[in-house]
């Protein structure tokens, strides 16, 4: 197996176990969003996410911000990165 295909095979065991052993507080999920939109609303164009995680973001938000259900745990691993990205770029900006 390359090191590629070992690193993706790694990444996905991760994001199982995490989506299988992880029990939220109700309203992370709305918390992350929030921190999200509120990066989205000072830098449209998001040089922290990229073209396709603003994307994935902007849908998510549109789709789910304020609602009163939880989110998924891939979503919320998603988000954490997200938001973890932006941290950094602020941070070394």
Known sequence: ?????????????????????????????????????????????APALGHHRKVVCAELIWNHLGEDHPIGAVWIAFMRDCVCRINDYNTKG
Do not use: R, V
């Open 1 to 45: 197996m390359n090191h590629d295909t070992q690193t993706f095979a790694a990444k996905l065991d991760f994001l199982e176990d995490f989506a299988n052993n992880y029990t939220q507080p109700m309203d992370e999920g709305q918390e992350l969003m929030g921190e999200i939109a509120h990066y989205l609303s000072d830098f449209p164009d």
